[in-house]
């Protein structure tokens, strides 16, 4: 059985490559895109305000940008949800 993602809420863009995401289920935090874009989208993303123009696409509970890249949002959901698992305490 495959697990649900949660539905991604909304994003906000940070320094270089980096975006704060927050999911209906209270996960957030903030996300390295660098290693997730396909080098044709990475380089037209360097531009500051494009990559400041990134909005969530609710249809498809994923990120996109108005030059068309569009990004899913599965393994950046799995690894903030890692990363709270790591910081609880035992």
């Known amino acids: ?3 649900m993602v949660a539905r991604l809420i909304a994003a906000w863009p940070l320094e270089h490559y980096e975006v704060w995401l927050a999911f ?3 996960t957030e935090g903030a996300v ?3 290693g997730c874009l396909p080098a044709c989208h990475r380089e037209p993303l360097r531009e500051a305000s494009l990559f400041r123009r990134v909005g969530v696409d609710r249809t498809q509970n994923g990120l996109v940008w108005p030059n068309g890249t569009d990004l899913d ?3 950046l959901y ?3 949800r890692r990363r709270q698992y790591l910081r609880r305490p035992r």
Do not use: K, Q
Request: hydrophobic share 45%; glycine share 6%.
């Open 78 to 80: 799995r690894e903030l």
């Open 32 to 34: 390295d895109l660098e």
């Open 24 to 26: 209906a289920d209270g």
């Open 73 to 75: 949002v599965t393994i």
């Open 1 to 3: 059985m495959r697990a």
